[in-house]
């Protein structure tokens, strides 16, 4: 007679922790994206007292020490902690559901980057409890602002380690999104028939790929520098840094713009209810966009003998081609469409006209002769803000928009939702545009303090009120993200007759993410199948055979 043995009941596993520990890539990509959009909140409140110290000459608020690590930890916040985690972070929620594939490739190691971001944060944040934290030495880290003659404490190796927890991170999310891309297409995806979006997934993780370990060996060195010696200290080591420093430091102004301007043209193209318009030359653009990006570096070293300026010119004004066959294409989609307005198309719109004017004073520094004329100025300050603010931050949420239906099954409000974009738009506008101006005139960037001009302290009181003008505008988007998520109107699987496969699947989509993945035919299939009648009207495959024009089936 044998015994039963009695079956044993495992405790069910807390929700949070299994949050937390999921492989699910949609898990995952979400809890990337929020720990990368906390740094953002972080990093902008780091801007409010910044902003709040230079609204006149003097130090009224902090001090220059404190200054200095908080102009330090702002910028790296912003690159290292929030840019390229929140891009990736968006791929590897969306890519798998846009290109139909049930999961991520290599899930482990896309929690284990999520897990490194978090880590690499909280060291870089933990500067702040030592006596110099990071100093001065920027989010760059320039040698010799960053030896240990200069930063001598234990702060600038916690930054250190920080950043390149955060770095390998990203290299790993690439690797994961790019060989998902490779690897896990549903049948008839084709390379020529991927989505916006994620072409500009497959740029971003190239670039990542290629040029995120230039500075994982910058880091590294500047380390042994500090612990060991005899790294940069030689006359050619600070150059040399530079180097390796900028041959990461500028294509990662494009590993976050092309997902944000293919999540934006996503949102252009369904909100004006047409399919894009020159989608390979668009495919041929960010391909070609991506590689001069990877060629322009020594442009950021203009003022040193070293560097081959008319190369660097040559290559970094070329990048208008391609740039402009994008704003081309974006114009040509809108051009004759049923356009509507929601909130989504109106930060497309806000991307394109921002981060134009980045791109257009682009132009301007990248004449040696000009550029030597604003080198280090404020002017600086504006580009890259008008860049990275203008289209990075606008593309982000218009892409936000476009797919909390989809994340969450609820809509956001939209009169809250066009607050938050004239309060960002308007702000960026008055935060920024002062900043061409104070360069132009001579305000060198990297300061606490400035001379007391009545023009000067004018100008940085219209920045410092954009700057808490975007500030509301943040707070009224928080505010709009809660209440949708407790009281928001139920959003169906497809609110805005999507043009790509995650919109024909549940919201929020299944553990599978897919009970069947609709036939593809092009890279808009949605709406390949809601014109030949295959698509209802909630957006489910129904597989009725499509008619020829005689009436067959065909």
């Not at 010799?144 to 955060?166: C, K, N």
């Not at 104070?438 to 400035?450: I, K, P, Q, T």
Request: proline letters at 6%; a positive charge; aromatic letters at 14%.
């Amino acid at each position: 007679m044998s015994a039963t043995m009695p079956t044993v009941r495992r405790p069910p596993t807390p929700r949070l922790i299994g949050l937390l520990t999921s492989t699910d890539h949609k898990h995952v990509g979400l809890l990337v994206f929020l720990a990368s959009f906390a740094f953002f909140v972080l990093g902008g409140l780091l801007a409010m007292l910044m902003r709040a110290e230079l609204a006149a000459p003097g130090m009224q608020v902090v001090s220059e020490d404190t200054y200095n690590q908080v102009f330090t930890i702002h910028g790296s916040t912003m690159f290292y902690l929030f840019g390229a985690p929140m891009v990736l972070g968006a791929g590897l929620y969306l890519v798998p559901l846009q290109i139909g594939a049930s999961a991520i490739q290599w899930p482990r190691l896309a929690l284990a980057g999520f897990w490194m971001l978090v880590t690499g944060g909280l060291i870089m944040y933990a500067g702040f409890f030592t006596t110099q934290g990071a100093g001065k030495a920027g989010w760059t880290a320039f040698d010799p602002l960053s030896d240990s003659s200069a930063q001598g404490g234990s702060g600038m190796d916690l930054w250190i380690i920080g950043v390149t927890l955060a770095t390998v991170a990203a290299i790993l999310w690439a690797a994961c999104i790019l060989a998902t891309i490779l690897r896990r297409r549903a049948p008839a995806m084709t390379m020529m028939r991927l989505p916006l979006f994620s072409w500009g997934q497959v740029a971003a993780c190239l670039m990542t790929l290629a040029a995120f370990p230039a500075l994982v060996l910058a880091m590294t060195l500047l380390y042994i520098d500090r612990n060991a010696g005899d790294v940069f200290t030689n006359p050619g080591g600070p150059v040399g840094y530079l180097h390796l420093f900028w041959f990461y430091g500028h294509p990662v102004v494009y590993v976050l713009f092309f997902p944000a301007l293919l999540a934006a043209g996503e949102a252009l193209a369904v909100s004006s209810n047409k399919r894009w318009w020159g989608y390979k030359f668009l495919v041929g653009s960010v391909l070609a966009f991506a590689a001069l990006s990877m060629a322009v570096w020594g442009h950021h070293m203009f003022t040193m003998s070293t560097v081959a300026n008319r190369y660097f010119a040559l290559t970094t004004t070329a990048i208008l081609v391609p740039a402009g066959i994008e704003y081309f294409d974006s114009l040509a989609t809108m051009w004759r469409g049923r356009i509507v307005f929601r909130t989504s198309m109106l930060f497309a719109l806000g991307f394109l006209g921002l981060f134009l004017i980045g791109g257009l004073s682009g132009i301007f520094i990248a004449s040696p002769p000009l550029n030597y004329h604003v080198h280090d100025t404020y002017f600086i300050v504006g580009h890259f803000h008008y860049t990275l603010f203008g289209g990075v931050v606008m593309g982000m949420f218009a892409g936000i928009y476009h797919w909390f239906p989809k994340v969450t099954g609820r809509l956001l409000d939209e009169r809250l939702g066009k607050a938050h974009f004239w309060l960002l738009f308007v702000g960026a506008a008055a935060t920024f545009i002062p900043m061409f101006f104070l360069g132009h005139d001579g305000m060198v960037r990297r300061v606490a303090n400035y001379p007391d001009k009545p023009a000067w302290q004018v100008l940085n009181i219209v920045a410092s009120v954009g700057a808490y003008v975007i500030l509301l505008g943040m707070a009224i988007f928080v505010v709009n993200v809660l209440r949708s998520l407790r009281v928001g109107r139920p959003a169906g699987n497809d609110p805005w007759m999507g043009h790509t496969l995650e919109w024909s699947t549940t919201s929020p989509p299944p553990p599978h993410n897919f009970d069947a993945v609709p036939p593809v035919r092009s890279y808009a299939p949605l709406m390949d199948l809601r014109e030949s009648g295959e698509l209802d009207d909630e957006g489910r495959f129904t597989a009725r055979p499509r008619r020829t024009p005689e009436g067959t089936p065909s």
